[in-house]
């Protein structure tokens, strides 16, 4: 190493460390995941699609927030009723030519919590969107990037469902 890089290495590691030393300094934490109220450990989900983008991103985020999953809905402390999950697209907006060039993919959710047999989240129901470009030279492209934004919908719509369920405290 030349002197002048082996000076700015070791200026560049003199900042970090004393960039560590202030986060730490300061009580900063990584925000982990807030864990279920007691009350809610045990829950039974009712849909009619297991196999939906959301019920899969729903079992992931419930089971990571230390809830334990039973398919017996009378053993449950919680139960979460899907009456709705619905995925898909619509045209945005087209070219002179009639070609579609933008599309909104949209994932809806209608659902309710009862809690020891008592309905404490009345149904309730969620939409997000995104909006994406299309290129109809890009088909494969466009296509994976429409499966990507609905699974990050159903994420952001389960997040949406636990963070109801930890609003019970």
């Known amino acids: 190493m030349s002197r002048v ?18 986060l730490t300094a300061c009580g900063f934490q990584p925000r982990g995941q807030a864990q279920l109220p007691a009350s809610v450990k045990t829950i039974h989900v009712s849909t009619g699609d297991r196999y939906s983008p ?8 419930l ?11 009378d053993k449950a402390d919680a139960v979460i009723h899907i009456s709705r999950d619905d995925s898909g697209q619509r045209v945005l907006a087209v070219s002179t030519r009639n070609v579609p060039t933008e599309y909104d993919v949209y ?13 404490v989240f009345a149904p309730q129901t969620l939409t997000l969107n995104r909006d994406y ?14 499966t ?4 990050a919908l159903a994420a952001d719509l ?4 636990t963070r109801r369920l930890n609003a019970l405290n």
């Open 54 to 61: 959301f019920y899969r991103e729903l079992i992931t985020a």
């Open 133 to 146: 470009a299309y290129d109809a030279t890009e088909v494969l492209g466009k296509s994976r990037e429409e």
């Open 158 to 161: 389960a997040g949406l469902v």
């Open 107 to 119: 994932y809806t959710v209608r659902y309710d919590i009862a809690v020891n047999g008592a309905v």
């Open 63 to 73: 089971r990571g927030r230390g809830a334990t999953l039973t398919k017996d809905a």
């Open 5 to 22: 890089s082996w000076s700015t290495w070791l200026s560049r590691s003199h900042l970090l460390l004393c960039f560590a030393l202030l």
């Open 148 to 151: 990507v934004l609905r699974e």
